[in-house]
């Protein structure tokens, strides 16, 4: 009989246990902007001088044409998109090359160290630019990964990754240029910063900070997608960079997601490094307007 009774209660409390489990919020649920559903990509595979693809951007939001960076060689590739072939033109020596925009017939690269390479669209038909104008020195000390330009407004945005101030605060700060297209000048404007406590008060812990890896701007929401790929997080912030959202990316989609781009159709691309085991990528996630 105590046998019995000792069954019955390890029975009842397993099934107690089962429900509070049940009741608890699924804390591994992988989650979308509207519009869009971050996990059923449509994958763009990268030849293997893409493996370690860093940025990309397209001209004028053209989804057809994309252009990227990988984070070693000074090249600048263009591909149609879902060819494998690519095009490259040569615009500096072997560096850490992050991320890169094209404001109308001309292209910005971002290296990590906060420099910035500028030059014509037209000499991707090149082997070689010869007409590239470097910017040193424009940025803080620190490691920088995301970059973006307005087009209307002829701004230009770069977020930080790692600074020494930026921990302590807990903070990502972030940079805006004016960009004057009749001389090539650019000009500090402002700053601005995303605070690592309203993130959290999302329900996701970054005890290392934000470490922005890609940012980019929604064409309508005018909402700033803000990519990081050590926390594997996309982040949604407004206008006033005050934090909307946090998206959590599924590692086994997001092999190291390092850039972004919207084109004129408001689809969302995302490239991923690859490594040992699997190929550079580009992944599309096509808009939905019923899509939550």
């Given amino acids: 009989m105590k046998r019995t009774r000792y069954r019955l209660i390890i029975f009842f409390a397993a099934i107690a246990a089962m429900g ?4 608890k919020p699924a804390t591994n649920k992988f989650t979308s902007p509207q519009g869009y559903n971050l996990n059923s990509p449509e994958k763009f595979i990268m030849p293997e001088d893409l493996l370690e693809i860093s940025g990309i951007a397209f001209q004028g939001m053209n989804g057809k044409t994309v252009y990227s960076i990988q984070d070693e060689d000074g090249k600048l590739f263009a591909q149609n998109w879902g060819i494998k072939k690519a095009t490259a033109v040569k615009f500096a020596s072997k560096g850490d090359y992050e991320d890169v925009a094209i404001y109308k017939q001309t292209v910005f690269v ?4 906060g420099s910035l390479f500028v030059f014509p669209l037209a000499d991707i038909n090149k082997k070689k630019s010869l007409s590239v104008r470097e910017w040193k020195k424009i940025l803080p000390k620190g490691e920088y990964e995301s970059m973006y330009i307005d087009e209307p407004t002829h701004k230009i945005y770069i977020l930080g990754k790692n600074n020494t101030d930026d921990h302590k605060a807990r903070v990502s700060t972030g940079y805006i240029y004016n960009y004057d297209p009749a001389t090539g000048n650019i000009a500090f404007s402002s ?33 700033w997608y803000v990519l990081s790929s050590v926390n594997k997080i996309l982040v949604i912030v407004g206008a006033d960079w005050k934090v909307k959202a946090v998206h959590r990316l599924d590692s086994s989609i997001f092999n190291q997601p390092e850039g972004m781009a919207f084109d004129n159709q408001r689809n969302l691309y995302i490239s991923n490094e690859g490594d040992e085991l699997s190929n550079g990528n580009i992944l599309k996630f096509k808009f939905k307007p019923s899509s939550k």
């Fill in 110 to 113: 971002l290296k990590s160290s």
């Fill in 191 to 223: 700053n601005f910063s995303i605070k690592s406590k309203e993130i959290e008060a999302m329900g996701q812990e970054i005890r290392t900070g934000l470490k922005a890896s890609a940012m980019t701007l929604n064409p309508v929401t005018k909402e």
């Fill in 20 to 23: 509070a489990f049940a009741c």
